[in-house]
């Protein structure tokens, strides 16, 4: 998650593939901006060994910038 206004990272988490579902629901609750994205289809994503930004979204209210890539 970065500032949309400076480009500053605010928040960069890495975690293993195993804790990647856990993660990505307790994710969802603390970013409001992810709402419509299926975190189902994001574990399926992880799952099918796809590599690469699967989220780009902005959150206008809180200048802020939340990406999620798989690497």
Not at 42 to 71: N, P, R, T
Request: aromatic residues 4%; proline residues 4%; charged residues 30%.
């Amino acid at each position: 998650m970065t500032d949309a206004n400076s480009g500053r990272t605010r928040v960069n988490v890495r975690m293993p593939l195993g804790v990647v579902s856990a993660g990505i629901k307790m994710g969802m609750k603390f970013a409001p901006e992810l709402e419509g994205v299926d975190p189902q289809e994001i574990i399926s994503l992880v799952q099918s060994g796809d590599i690469g930004k699967i989220v780009d979204a902005f959150d206008e209210d809180d200048d802020e910038h939340v990406e999620i890539f798989i690497e």
